[in-house]
C-alpha cells in the first residue's frame, strides 16, 4: 500500500526542521507568539547571529561579492551566516523544503581554497550563497513543487539555470516553498504548509514564488531565484517591498526546471533573481546573460547585455486600472503619489488606454487548464492528496481539442499585435507604469486577482516589481462609500481589504517595457527608486 499523502507531509515537514543544527533552534520559550505580526527584526535579537554574520547577512549581494574577492570575508563565513538567517527564517515563517547546509558550506570552502590557492575568483558571484525555488533541481534533493508524491522523489539532473550559477560561482543551501503546482499567488500546499508575509504573518508572501519572497525579505538569503509564469516573482516581491524582473521569455536559460504543466508553452514561464535591491538583481541578469547561455539552453535567444542611456525625462504611460478590479486604496495612493513625483522631476506622463487588459487575462485561465487538469489530476492521484480548493478551476476544468486551442492561440496574437500597435502610437513611449496586484498584501486565502502581471506574461513584455517608498495608512487608505466597483469580484475585494491589518506594509508598483527589454528596465527602474528618493 503506497503511503499517505498526510504522513508524507509530516515527514516532509519533520525533515527540514530536522536537517537545522540544534544550535540554530530557536526554543519554544523564545519563538515569537502568533500575535507579533512583524518578525522582521527577531533574526538579529535572537541570539543565533553574531556580529560579524549580523554585518554579512544585513550586505547586498554586489557588497558580499565585493568582499570575498578582496579577501575580506570567506565564503564559508557568509554561506554559514546565511545558512543561519535562513534557519532562523523557517521557524519564524516556514519558507524552506529542503535544507541543503553541508553541501553549502562544503562547496563554500572548496571555494576559499582555490581562491587561497591562485588569489583568484571563480566566477562573478565567487562564494555567494544563493537560495533557490522548489522546482529547480539539484541533484539529491526532491523538487516537490508542492506535491506530496513528489517530495521524496532525489532529483537526477541539474536545471540549467542551476549549473549556470555554480560555473559562476555561486553556493546552494536552500529550496523554498511553493504552493501545489505553482499555480496559485499564495505559496501553501499539502506537503510542506503555508509560507507567511515576515512583515505581517496575517498576510501572504505571495506566490508562486512565496517562500523566496519570505526568505529574501528576513535577509535569509542576498538573492534567490524564482520563477514567473502570471507574476509568480512580481506578486511575492511586492507583497515583502523587494524587488525584481520578470524576463522576457529567452533571456535567462529555463530548461530543467520541474514544472506540473510541462508542455504547456503557450505561455512561457521564464525565471528571474529577487533581491532587497534592484542592483542585486541586475548582478543576477547581467551574468546569467553574460554566461552566454544560449549555448545551453536552446530556447535562450543569442542577445548578449546591452548598455543602455535613458532619455533624461522618460516617457510613461500611466495603467491605472484593468476594467475588472480595482486597486485597493493604498495601491492607488502609491500610484498617484509615484506619478506626481515623476511629473515634477520632468517626466513626461501619459495615460495608457487598458482597453484589451481583460480580454488578455481571460486567456491566461483558459491557457493554463487546456489539459481539462490532466497533468495535475495525475500528480494529485498519485499520492491521494485532496486538492487544493484554490486550484478548482484545474480540478473542473474540460479538456480543449486542438481547433479550439488553436482558436485561443490566435486570439493571444491578435491582442499582441494591437497591444503593440497601441504602444507604438505613444511616440517615444519609454515604459508603462501600473499596480503589480490590487494589494499591499492581502489576508491568507484572500489573493483573488493576478491580472495585472498575467497580461505581461502572454504578451512576453519585460516587467519589474519595485517597492514605491509608500506604505499602507490606515487613516488614508479606506474605501470611499459608495465606490463603483467593475464586477461583483471587485466589490468582493474593496469588502476584504482590511487597511487596520495592512497598515505598514510596503506598496510596490510595476515598470512594463516591450519584449526582451531587460537592461531598460532594470535602468529605469533604478533611475525612478532614485528619483522617488530625491
Request: glycine share 8%; proline share 6%; hydrophobic share 35%.
Amino acid at each position: 500500500m503506497p503511503e499517505q499523502w498526510g504522513d508524507i507531509s509530516a515527514k516532509a515537514k519533520q525533515k527540514v526542521l530536522d536537517d537545522i543544527p540544534s544550535e540554530w533552534k530557536i526554543p519554544s520559550e523564545k519563538l515569537p507568539s502568533g500575535d507579533v505580526l512583524d518578525v522582521t527584526d527577531f533574526p538579529a535579537q535572537s541570539g543565533i547571529l553574531s556580529q560579524q554574520d549580523l554585518d554579512i547577512t544585513d550586505s547586498f549581494a554586489v557588497d558580499i561579492v565585493a568582499k570575498i574577492a578582496k579577501g575580506e570575508w570567506t565564503s564559508e563565513d557568509v554561506t554559514r551566516a546565511f545558512c543561519k538567517r535562513a534557519a532562523i527564517a523557517h521557524q519564524l515563517v516556514n519558507c524552506l523544503t529542503v535544507i541543503m547546509f553541508d553541501d553549502g558550506i562544503e562547496r563554500a570552502k572548496q571555494l576559499d581554497a582555490e581562491f587561497k590557492r591562485t588569489g583568484k575568483v571563480t566566477g562573478p558571484l565567487h562564494g555567494l550563497p544563493i537560495s533557490l525555488k522548489d522546482n529547480f533541481n539539484v541533484p539529491g534533493y526532491p523538487s516537490s513543487v508542492g506535491f506530496c508524491s513528489w517530495a521524496t522523489e532525489p532529483m537526477q539532473t541539474e536545471s540549467t539555470i542551476v549549473k549556470t550559477l555554480r560555473d559562476l560561482g555561486a553556493v546552494f543551501y536552500v529550496k523554498t516553498n511553493v504552493p501545489t503546482a505553482m499555480m496559485i499567488p499564495e505559496s501553501v500546499n499539502n506537503t510542506y504548509g503555508r509560507t507567511l508575509n515576515p512583515l505581517n504573518r496575517k498576510t501572504t508572501s505571495g506566490g508562486s514564488s512565496g517562500g523566496e519572497s519570505a526568505l529574501v525579505c528576513l535577509k535569509g538569503s542576498p538573492l534567490g531565484v524564482g520563477t514567473d509564469i502570471g507574476g509568480s516573482v512580481r506578486i511575492p516581491s511586492a507583497c515583502t517591498g523587494i524587488f525584481t524582473i520578470k524576463p522576457s521569455h529567452g533571456r535567462f536559460p529555463q530548461t530543467g526546471a520541474r514544472s506540473a504543466l510541462a508542455g504547456q508553452e503557450a505561455v512561457a514561464s521564464v525565471n528571474s533573481g529577487m533581491a532587497r535591491s534592484i542592483a542585486d538583481v541586475r548582478l543576477y541578469a547581467k551574468n546569467v546573460v553574460d554566461s552566454a547561455p544560449w549555448l545551453r539552453d536552446h530556447n535562450c535567444i543569442e542577445i548578449p547585455w546591452r548598455s543602455v542611456e535613458l532619455k533624461a525625462k522618460p516617457k510613461i504611460a500611466v495603467f491605472r486600472d484593468d476594467g475588472y478590479i480595482q486597486p485597493t486604496p493604498p495601491v492607488s495612493r502609491a500610484l498617484e503619489e509615484t506619478v506626481a513625483k515623476l511629473k515634477a522631476k520632468g517626466y513626461e506622463i501619459v495615460e495608457w488606454d487598458n482597453t484589451c487588459h481583460l480580454e488578455i487575462y481571460q486567456i491566461v485561465g483558459k491557457l493554463f487548464v487546456a489539459d481539462g487538469g490532466k497533468s495535475l489530476e495525475k500528480i494529485v492521484q498519485a499520492s491521494e492528496e485532496p486538492w487544493r480548493p484554490e486550484l478548482k478551476m484545474y480540478q473542473d476544468a474540460t479538456e480543449l481539442g486542438v481547433h479550439e486551442l488553436w482558436q485561443i492561440q490566435a486570439h493571444r496574437t491578435a491582442l499582441a499585435k494591437q497591444y503593440l500597435e497601441r504602444w507604438a502610437a505613444v511616440e517615444g513611449l519609454d515604459a508603462i507604469l501600473g499596480p503589480v496586484t490590487p494589494y499591499a498584501s492581502p489576508k491568507h486565502g484572500e489573493f483573488r486577482h493576478v491580472g495585472y502581471t498575467a497580461v505581461f506574461n502572454v504578451l512576453d513584455y519585460s516587467s519589474s516589481s519595485f517597492p514605491t517608498g509608500v506604505y499602507v495608512d490606515k487613516e488614508k487608505d479606506v474605501v470611499p462609500d459608495g465606490l463603483k466597483t467593475h464586477s461583483d469580484l471587485d466589490a468582493q475585494t474593496q469588502r476584504e481589504y482590511d487597511p487596520v491589518l495592512s497598515h505598514g506594509l510596503p506598496v510596490s508598483l510595476q515598470l512594463t517595457g516591450r519584449r526582451l527589454q531587460e537592461e531598460k528596465i532594470l535602468a529605469l527602474t533604478e533611475k525612478i527608486i532614485e528619483d522617488l528618493k530625491a
